[in-house]
């Protein structure tokens, strides 16, 4: 069966610091994966999708960038983190319908 | 364009009795419809899924959601209220017509509480 891991659960980091969330599938090849940004009391919005490796779109302008180095491993990352940063990061995968969540990271930044 | 409304950002019930949670979507095209749960600090887990198939969608743990293409209306339902069902719910469209591209519209979420 297929799973989703993502790394770490919470994060805590100082303004201006650099970001490296991770997130790896196993069990399926050739998965697009897909990150989301969950704000306090507010719902998902896509940040980036990837249908394979090196692809990557991006749905909104913003302070982060992602990668897929690999066909199971998506990236998502920050040279310079900012407070609006904070949120709740999910990765999620899919072969067809339905996309399949990661458990989240919690970021703040202080 | 495509966009989905929760009607109400916070719902409460007592254990046992019905749960109702309302969605309204806009798409311009046949669209595939989702309803997923989240517990705190963790991810979502799909509970159901509409893609042109039945009307009326089962899904896990006792939840069911009709679509009604007249009422652009997606709403979630469960007989009896358990008090593990307390958690956040989203109402998601797919956008384009597709379900495959991860591009999903998701609503704003409907807290649901769960008394004893």
């Known amino acids: 069966s297929q799973t989703i891991h993502q790394w770490p659960a919470t994060l805590v980091q100082p303004v201006g610091s650099p970001l490296s969330l991770e997130c790896t599938v196993e069990g399926t090849s050739n998965p697009n994966l897909y990150w989301y940004r969950q704000a306090a009391g507010r719902g998902l919005q896509l940040l980036f999708y990837s249908v394979g490796i090196g692809q990557i779109s991006s749905e909104v302008p913003q302070n982060l960038s992602a990668s897929r180095p690999q066909d199971r491993q998506f990236i998502l990352s920050s040279k310079k983190l900012l407070l609006s940063d904070s949120g709740f990061y999910l990765c999620?995968?899919?072969?067809?319908?339905?996309?399949?969540f990661g458990n989240g990271t919690r970021l703040t930044v202080t | 364009a495509q966009s989905v409304t929760q009607l109400d950002s916070h719902v409460s019930v007592s254990e046992g009795t019905p749960v109702l949670l309302r969605c309204n979507y806009s798409?311009?095209?046949?669209?595939?419809l989702f309803w997923y749960v989240q517990h705190p600090n963790k991810g979502l887990q799909l509970l159901l899924k509409?893609?042109?198939?039945?009307?009326l969608v089962k899904g896990i743990n006792g939840f069911e959601a009709e679509f009604k293409k007249s009422e652009t209306s997606f709403h979630l339902t469960k007989p009896s209220a358990h008090m593990s069902d307390a958690a956040e719910y989203f109402c998601?469209?797919?956008?384009?017509?597709?379900?495959?591209?991860?591009?999903?519209?998701f609503g704003q979420g409907t807290t649901l509480q769960v008394k004893p």
């Open positions: 999620a995968w899919s072969v067809s319908s339905p996309l399949h």
């Open positions: 509409y893609t042109s198939a039945a009307t």
């Open positions: 998601v469209v797919s956008a384009f017509g597709s379900s495959n591209t991860g591009k999903l519209i």
């Open positions: 798409s311009s095209y046949s669209p595939s």
